[in-house]
């Protein structure tokens, strides 16, 4: 079992930075692969970016470029630096973890993004 909680969401102006991160407790050694989701207003939850056990990353066309996912092992933390931020960046943003390779397994609690114009 593999708990995690998102934090550092806020208000931001665009063109501005914010950094989420994802504290996971439990059975982490467990976890295969970490990843951030966002959900905006009457659309979708989609997937942000990626971070595998290995360390490889991956991230959605829109974000390229300007965030970065990391994973501080020591601290049993996943971070989502945001840098350049747009108005439709606005979402919440949720954590989420793969544990055995199969899919997700467990999903935080979510933090909200907003970005001004």
């Known amino acids: 079992q593999v708990q995690l909680v998102e934090s550092g969401g806020g208000l931001v102006q665009a063109g501005g930075s914010l950094r989420l991160s994802c504290a996971a407790s439990?059975?982490?050694?467990?976890?295969?692969?970490m990843y951030w989701y966002r959900q905006a207003p009457g659309k979708q939850r989609e997937l942000v970016a990626a971070i595998i056990s290995g360390g490889s990353t991956n991230y959605a066309d829109s974000v390229k470029g300007r965030f970065t996912i990391s994973r501080d092992n020591a601290k049993n933390t996943m971070y989502l630096q945001m840098n350049s931020l747009k108005p439709e960046d606005t979402a919440v943003y949720y954590c989420?973890?793969?544990?055995?390779?199969?899919?997700?397994?467990?999903w935080g609690q979510g933090t909200q993004v907003t970005v001004s114009s």
């Open positions: 989420a973890a793969d544990l055995y390779g199969s899919g997700i397994d467990c």
């Open positions: 439990g059975n982490i050694f467990s976890i295969n692969a």
